[in-house]
């Protein structure tokens, strides 16, 4: 059954009217078209689906979209501003964290919003904070610098 939801959206009021037990990964990729967060396994263990709501890393294929209800969302298109990109978007593209990308943008979330509870995160924190984000190119020797470059600049 179709429901209202209103939510803030990368800082804009945003109301839909959708069945509230479907993903919101689906409804960001199809119904929004912001095809920046990537289904990857579909079971909330790769990360690839990472958004951050309300300040907090969600997997957005396990989350029903009723949810969101009243909250904030922030999706990787919500980061830059304009032509100017976030540090993080920045750090992977500097440190070439970005090797087949399809992960990219759910390491960058999950990683701002780590940065968004403790802006001087530590390598060990880092490290234990992205454990659950996969990234199948191994690429995890140069996101870990790049998020790390991001902290110590704050």
């Given at each position: 059954m179709k429901e209202?939801?209103?939510?803030?959206?990368?800082?804009?009021?945003?109301?839909?009217?959708?069945?509230?037990?479907r993903k919101l990964l689906?409804?960001?990729r199809t119904d929004l078209g912001l095809t920046g967060t990537k289904y990857g396994c579909g079971t909330g263990l790769c990360g690839a689906c990472t958004v951050v709501v309300d300040k907090e890393a969600v997997r957005s294929c396990m989350l029903?979209?009723?949810r969101i209800q009243g909250k904030e969302v922030i999706t990787i298109e919500g980061l830059a501003q304009g032509d100017k990109l976030h540090p993080l978007q920045k750090a992977f593209a500097e440190y070439g964290a970005v090797q087949c990308g399809f992960c990219t943008p759910g390491m960058i979330?999950?990683?701002y919003a780590l940065?968004?509870?403790?802006?001087?995160?530590?390598r060990e924190q880092i490290i234990a904070g992205m454990e659950n984000?996969?990234?199948?190119?191994?690429?995890?020797?140069?996101i870990v610098p790049a998020i790390e470059s991001v902290a110590k600049k704050r």
């Amino acid at each position: 059954m179709k429901e209202t939801i209103r939510f803030k959206l990368n800082g804009k009021q945003t109301v839909l009217e959708v069945d509230g037990e479907r993903k919101l990964l689906w409804v960001l990729r199809t119904d929004l078209g912001l095809t920046g967060t990537k289904y990857g396994c579909g079971t909330g263990l790769c990360g690839a689906c990472t958004v951050v709501v309300d300040k907090e890393a969600v997997r957005s294929c396990m989350l029903p979209v009723r949810r969101i209800q009243g909250k904030e969302v922030i999706t990787i298109e919500g980061l830059a501003q304009g032509d100017k990109l976030h540090p993080l978007q920045k750090a992977f593209a500097e440190y070439g964290a970005v090797q087949c990308g399809f992960c990219t943008p759910g390491m960058i979330m999950n990683a701002y919003a780590l940065l968004l509870k403790n802006p001087t995160l530590t390598r060990e924190q880092i490290i234990a904070g992205m454990e659950n984000n996969l990234c199948r190119c191994s690429a995890y020797n140069r996101i870990v610098p790049a998020i790390e470059s991001v902290a110590k600049k704050r």
